[in-house]
């Protein structure tokens, strides 16, 4: 079930930029998100890991293919995440997922995959063509 709502996506030429936010689909309710984090998917290929963010101790972490380019903020207590996404390469094309984690656990456990998180939204598309 959908959770989570994703916004931002769109249309952009290599080189631009596009902010993508994340909000829980159930205004005026609080939840308790450990880590908050974005993932993005492209027909016939798994769901890969873009950014994360773990609120009890501010650490962030981008996939190798996104640094320098991508940056992950948040509000753990609006339970916001965004991507900042500057840079954009065709390759960035996909649908681009939003993801919360509801458990403690080391940095890595939120990095590995879509293992550690069990909310989700359902997605926003990018799309980078000139």
């Known amino acids: 079930q959908v959770q989570l709502v994703e916004s931002g996506g769109g249309l952009v030429q290599p080189g631009g930029s596009l902010k993508l936010s994340c909000a829980h689909a159930?205004?005026?309710?609080?939840?308790?998100?450990?880590?908050m984090g974005w993932f993005r998917q492209t027909p016939g290929k798994e769901r890969e890991f873009v950014a994360a963010?773990?609120?009890?101790?501010?650490?962030?972490y981008h996939a190798d293919f996104v640094k320098g380019r991508f940056t992950i903020s948040g509000d753990n207590g609006k339970n916001t995440v965004y991507l900042q996404m500057n840079g954009l390469k065709p390759e960035d094309t996909a649908v681009y997922y939003c993801?919360?984690?509801?458990?403690?656990?080391?940095?890595?456990?939120?990095?590995?995959?879509?293992?550690?998180?069990?909310?989700w939204g359902q997605g926003t598309q990018v799309t980078v063509s000139s």
């Open positions: 993801a919360a984690s509801t458990r403690n656990r080391s940095g890595s456990y939120y990095y590995a995959g879509t293992v550690g998180y069990d909310v």
């Open positions: 159930q205004s005026g309710r609080t939840f308790s998100y450990f880590a």
């Open positions: 963010l773990k609120f009890n101790s501010g650490s962030t």
